[in-house]
C-alpha cells in the first residue's frame, strides 16, 4: 500500500499499533497513522482522555481523521496545518473547544458534526481565510457560515452579513431549539440542518433565493419553517 487519501476505517483503527516495517509510506507514531514524513495525519483514534497534541510536522488532517474518537478532550492543532479535510473531528464525543490556527486556509464541509460537547470553535484572529464570532465558524468575511458547535443550545440568530448557510452548517445540532436567518442571506445549501433532533423553528428571510434539496433534513422535532 502506497497510497490512503483518507481515513480509510473511520473508528476502526483504534487496536492499529503497527506497521510492515519494510512499508515505505506510512507510520505510526502514538496510535496514529501519519504519511511516512509525518506531514498528514490520516487516522487517530486516542484511547486515553485528556489532550492530544498533533505534531508540529503536520500540514494536513485528512477527512474523518479524528472520526469517533471519542476519549479526546482536547486536541490541539499546530501552526503547521494547513488544510483540515471534511468530517475531520466527526462525533468527537468528549472534544468541548478547538482553536484553528492563523495557517489553516482550507476547511473542509463541517468538520465537527455530531461533536455534541463542542461549545466553542475558535479561530486566531490572524487567520487570513476564516474567523469566529461567538464561537462560530464563519469565512473571513463572514459572509458564509461554516460550523456551528453541536453543544451549544438556546436559539441562534445568524449575522447580518451572512448570505450562505453552507452545506452541513448546522449537522448534528441536537440542543439547538431555533434558528432566524438574517434578511439578506441568500442561500441555504443541502444537509445545512441535519439530525437537529430538537429544533422546533427555522425562520427564513425574505431574500432567500435558493433552498437546496434536503436542506432542512431530519429535524424531527420541526414545527415551523
Do not use: W
Amino acid at each position: 500500500v502506497s497510497l490512503i487519501d483518507e481515513n480509510p476505517y473511520p473508528g476502526c483503527l483504534k487496536n492499529l499499533t503497527k506497521i510492515c516495517r519494510d512499508n515505505k509510506d506510512f507510520t505510526i507514531v502514538d496510535g496514529a497513522l501519519f504519511n511516512k514524513d509525518l506531514t498528514r495525519l490520516i487516522s487517530c483514534h486516542v484511547t486515553k482522555g485528556g489532550t492530544y497534541n498533533i505534531p508540529d510536522t503536520v500540514n494536513e488532517i485528512c477527512c474523518d481523521a479524528f472520526r469517533r474518537c471519542s476519549m479526546c478532550a482536547e486536541i490541539k492543532i499546530p501552526d503547521s496545518v494547513t488544510k483540515i479535510g471534511s468530517g475531520a473531528f466527526y462525533e468527537c464525543l468528549h472534544l468541548t473547544a478547538i482553536t484553528i490556527p492563523a495557517s489553516v486556509t482550507s476547511i473542509g464541509p463541517n468538520p465537527f458534526s455530531f461533536c455534541r460537547n463542542l461549545t466553542s470553535i475558535q479561530v486566531v484572529k490572524s487567520n487570513p481565510a476564516y474567523m469566529s464570532d461567538d464561537g462560530v465558524l464563519f469565512d473571513k468575511n463572514k459572509t458564509k457560515i461554516i460550523a456551528y458547535p453541536p453543544g451549544k443550545s438556546g436559539s441562534y440568530t445568524t449575522p447580518k452579513t451572512v448570505t450562505t448557510v453552507c452545506f452541513l452548517a448546522f449537522c448534528g445540532c441536537s440542543t439547538l431549539k431555533s434558528v432566524t436567518i438574517n434578511e439578506g442571506a441568500k442561500t441555504i445549501e443541502k444537509y445545512a440542518f441535519y439530525k437537529c433532533m430538537n429544533m422546533k423553528t427555522v425562520k427564513l428571510p425574505k431574500s432567500i433565493q435558493i433552498v437546496d434539496d434536503d436542506a432542512i433534513y431530519k429535524c424531527q422535532s420541526l414545527k415551523f419553517v
